[in-house]
């Protein structure tokens, strides 16, 4: 397949907003694609490289990519595979004289493209590749190509935690189109059934795997205690929303003659195993020979109250151990647990997988692990469990029921977060140069929510309001970093920065694109462990009005 007919699949997918349309573009262009291309068109498609780092930041792709194209570039030059292992080899360049091969590697690539295929590759290669086809449409292709169920293709994304992969299970093991004197319906039929059976059994085979994370169960925002308690009954159990990190923990000491492994990983399953030991060390301490456990880490501080969530954070910023963050030392706090000892966990009720988790954690060395929660509350046990979050330093509380499975990578009904303000994860469009006392710095910020169709993200509103002066330091450095346009007001940024935001609520608006506005909008704090694909959608905000 060549990188032309991607280019060309990319723009027909971001001039329709119809959800249905884009699967099927796709889906086309999957059934296009041979075994080995599959993988990396469906990653592409979601403007996502299977290369999560490449080493190669915005102004020099820029600085390639304002070259002019040369008059031997034309569409039909370059393949998909050999676009994949350009970026595989960036990828992988390291150690001396690395930054010379990767721009020697970025050269003879741009070298055969032609102005449109540039353009692409630059904005899947900085992670703006933003044409309407999220993770969702893309597996909505998948089941369109594949045949399969699309339970199934879901669970498998979940489970393996990759669409590529996910993709390259559905339709890795297609049959070759059948030649023009084959070419009966019949046969097609038989084939395409033979198809869909093959992706079935193969995204089956899919399962939970230690040392491959899945994707978290998010919780859904709740209006109130008293609404969340109203639509999940009496089976709960409440247990306290810190304000920490996203983490998943697989243990694993059943490979024979090697050392046990600890592997952690972030909320955007990024691994962080080297720079947090404590956590490995707590977890190997453990009485299991295999475990997966999610949860959430914070620092505290000498009176066991939780730190500044920035200070959390600093843990996540380096890889390293010996970084001068490692002083903040990072508590663990488990809340559920997905596999125990070769029996996956995932299908089975909050219940279950809570009893096997108070069991791992039984002894009173390992109970400091526990994440606290009352089970079963009445409205006032409930308030109380609530209150005492609050006055413990904590963000609220998260509801769930106790009959739900885990339902990985989604943010369903069954778990509901309560907050005693309303707070948005909206993501940094533009910033505004200041005036005043915070003339020359970047003040007044462009919020926009996410397009949950895929398109880019929509402005809600702006506001100045919560902005320490560390704060604003931080922001006028990093977005003069980041900007992708300098007009006289301040800069343009690419969709890449999620900040958290409190507000009193929505109100109706004609100003904006999405028909609402945020109310009085104020900074809480940024969101480094947030992608853009994970901030909350226009829908959100509108449920404020």
Known sequence: MLLAEVVTASAAVTATRSRSAKAHRVAELLRAATPAEVPVVAGWMAGEPRQRALGVGWRTLATHAARPAPESATHSALEVLAVDDVLQRLAETSGAGSAARREALLGELFEATDDDERAFLVRLMTGELRQGASEGVVLDAIVEASGAPAALV????????????????????????????????????????????????????????????????????????????????????????????????????????????????????????????????????????????????????????PRRFQDTMSRFGSSRADSPSAEVLLSPFFFDLLHLDGRDLLDASLEERLAALDGLLAAPEHAPLRMPGVRRPDL???????????????????????????????????????????????????????????????SNIHLGARDPAGGPPVMVGKTFKGMTDELLAWQTATFSELAVDRPRWGVLLPPAVVVEVAVDGAQRSTRYPGGAALRFARVLRYRPDKTPDQADDVDAVRALL
């Open 154 to 305: 879901r669970r498998a994304a979940m489970l393996s935690g990759s669409l590529s992969a996910t993709a390259a299970a559905a339709l890795g093991s297609r049959r070759a189109a059948p030649d023009e004197q084959a070419d009966e319906q019949a046969d097609e039929q038989a084939d395409e059934q033979a198809d869909a059976e093959a992706a079935t059994a193969a995204l089956a085979a899919v399962r939970l795997e230690v040392g491959r994370p899945v994707h978290p169960m998010l919780a859904s925002p709740g209006g109130s205690l008293t609404e969340a308690l109203a639509e999940l009954g009496a089976d709960v159990v409440v247990e306290p929303k810190l304000d920490g990190a996203r983490i998943q923990v697989h243990l694993d000491r059943t490979t024979t003659g090697a050392a046990p492994r600890v592997r952690v990983w972030t909320r955007t399953l990024r691994e962080v195993t080297a720079g947090v030991p404590e956590l490995v060390e707590r977890v190997l301490a453990l009485p299991c020979e295999q475990a997966v456990l999610d949860g959430e880490t914070l620092a505290l501080d000498d009176d066991g109250r």
């Open 380 to 442: 006032e046990a409930a308030e109380a469990a609530l209150a005492g979050a609050l006055t413990d330093g904590h963000e609220g509380v998260v509801v769930k029921d106790l009959s739900s499975p885990y339902a990985a990578g989604r943010r369903g009904a069954a778990w509901r977060k309560v907050k005693p303000v309303h707070t948005l994860d909206l993501v940094v469009l533009a910033a505004e140069w200041g005036s005043g006392r915070r003339t020359g710095q970047l």
